[in-house]
């Protein structure tokens, strides 16, 4: 799921060039279960000249 800048924009959450080691992309949570999982930056890409915003994630309590 990809962000447009005016959706994330307020928010406090970092928003990254290069995803920092540590942080998880959807598709890289074992088993896609978000359930331990909290949001807590974006990661800024370019789709077609667009700049789109993709949640990164991190385990609950680390």
Known sequence: MFYQFFEI???EK???LLKPEGLLL???IPGGDL???E???YLETIRN???LYEPLYAREGE
């Open 35 to 37: 359930g331990q999982y």
């Open 39 to 41: 949001e807590i930056a």
């Open 9 to 11: 924009v307020g928010s």
């Open 26 to 28: 959807y598709e890289e």
């Open 14 to 16: 970092p928003i990254y």
């Open 49 to 51: 000249g667009i700049k």
